[in-house]
């Protein structure tokens, strides 16, 4: 099968120990796929290591945000997408913790006919601490009441969607999104609350290395974009 009609956008801050894994195992299984890496300025080898993709293979391309103003992962999303020139795009973190072989199934989901197709997390590996299952609880739950919708996980980061559609939504609202939070299929869900939607479920993974940048900050960001009208 081929992906030419695919660009899959990684959003990444010192991911060198995850990244080259990644785009092999996303180089290898999909026959024509783009890769954008969205990179906030890495202090680490990320970089370089998908520019040294890019070399070899114009498929894979580096978005280098070194020198942005605003920086965060929502604000490296969307500027990948307003790049995109193919018809569908999916949005994977870069550490590993995504399946890499539910593109797939997300791939073919969309081109059912389904705008935005939901990474949607049926079990989480390894041990979560009380303060953060209980976190992710009651944000899941904040987020549907906002939405008025029956999400299972509005708070997932992996998630495929209609190019045009995520266009759209900037073109009309795109100070609805919180540039510097990391929920952007949230944002993206308050915008086009019409979408028809779907579910993949998958298992969260461990982080197989480098550091989570999960932490008070994000947790403002999402509760002023529940707050943005
Ligand atoms: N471009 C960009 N990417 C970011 C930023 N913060 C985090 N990321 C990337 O976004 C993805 C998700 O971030 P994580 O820190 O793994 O968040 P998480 O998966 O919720 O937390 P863990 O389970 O602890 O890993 C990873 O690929 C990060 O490298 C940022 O400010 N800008
Ligand atoms: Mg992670």
């Known amino acids: 099968m081929d992906y030419g009609d695919l660009t899959v956008i990684i959003p990444t801050l010192n991911e060198e120990r995850n990244i080259k ?13 783009k890769v954008v890496v969205a990179d906030d300025g890495s202090t680490d080898n990320t970089a370089a290591i998908v520019k040294k993709f890019g070399m070899s293979d114009k498929n894979i391309k580096l978005l280098d945000r070194g020198r942005e103003k605003t920086h965060g992962l929502t604000a490296s999303v969307i500027d990948a997408v307003k790049n995109t020139k193919t018809g569908l795009l999916i949005v994977i973190d870069g550490d590993l913790q995504h399946p890499p072989e539910k593109i797939a199934e997300i791939t073919a989901k969309l081109r059912d006919g389904n705008d935005l197709v939901i990474g949607t997390r049926e079990k989480v590996e390894g041990e979560w601490p009380l303060q953060r299952r209980l976190m992710s609880v009651i944000a899941t739950n904040i987020a549907r009441l906002r939405l008025m919708k029956a999400v299972k996980d509005p708070m997932s980061g992996f998630f495929g969607v209609r190019s045009e559609l995520f266009k759209k939504a900037l073109a009309a609202k795109e ?20 979408a028809r939607t779907a579910n993949v479920y998958y298992t969260f993974g461990k982080r197989s290395g480098g550091e989570s940048k999960i932490g008070v900050k994000q947790v403002i960001c999402f509760l002023k974009s529940v707050a943005k009208p």
Do not use: Q, T, W
């Open 175 to 194: 100070k609805r999104f919180e540039k510097r939070g990391y929920k952007v299929m949230f944002d993206l869900l308050k915008c086009a609350p019409m």
């Open 21 to 33: 894994e990644l785009i092999k195992i996303i180089r290898n299984s999909y026959k024509g796929i």
